[in-house]
């Protein structure tokens, strides 16, 4: 009995996950999302197999250390990664996104959190309110 109601609070668990970015080492461009991105983090396939073939499958690879500064991180220039147009203006716009959500890089590792609760963390009770 107590593993249905765990099997069922599976998909509720999954929808609130995301990420609390720190390095971005371990967020995948594209399909990972972060705290808040409310849908802006999804590519298309498209575009994610560009990515991947230029070696760009996490957050951090799109990050240009050159350009960060304390109150902003920079980020690489979509135009200048050989991607075609269509291609490159989505990315563009995951990029804003990204900056829209002031992103900033830092030196501890992403940490997996449960979106839906100020403790980020999920409980079965947090999860029978959210139902």
């Not at 069922?8 to 808040?36: M, Q, T």
């Not at 396939?45 to 499958?57: G, N």
Request: aromatic letters at 12%.
């Amino acid at each position: 009995m107590i593993w249905k109601a765990i099997i069922k609070a599976f998909p509720l668990i999954e929808n609130g996950l995301a990420w609390n970015i720190g390095n971005g080492s371990r967020v995948k461009i594209g399909l990972d999302p972060w705290s808040g991105s409310d849908g802006n983090h999804l590519l298309t396939e498209q575009l994610i197999q560009s990515l991947h073939s230029r070696d760009f499958y996490f957050l951090s690879s799109v990050a240009d250390t050159n350009h960060a500064t304390l109150w902003a991180q920079g980020w690489k220039d979509p135009f200048s990664l050989g991607l075609n147009e269509e291609i490159s203006q989505e990315l563009e716009h995951f990029i804003q996104g990204i900056k829209a959500a002031q992103i900033h890089l830092s030196n501890i590792e992403d940490e997996l959190i449960w979106d839906f609760a100020p403790s980020r963390s999920y409980t079965p009770k947090l999860g029978y309110l959210k139902c």
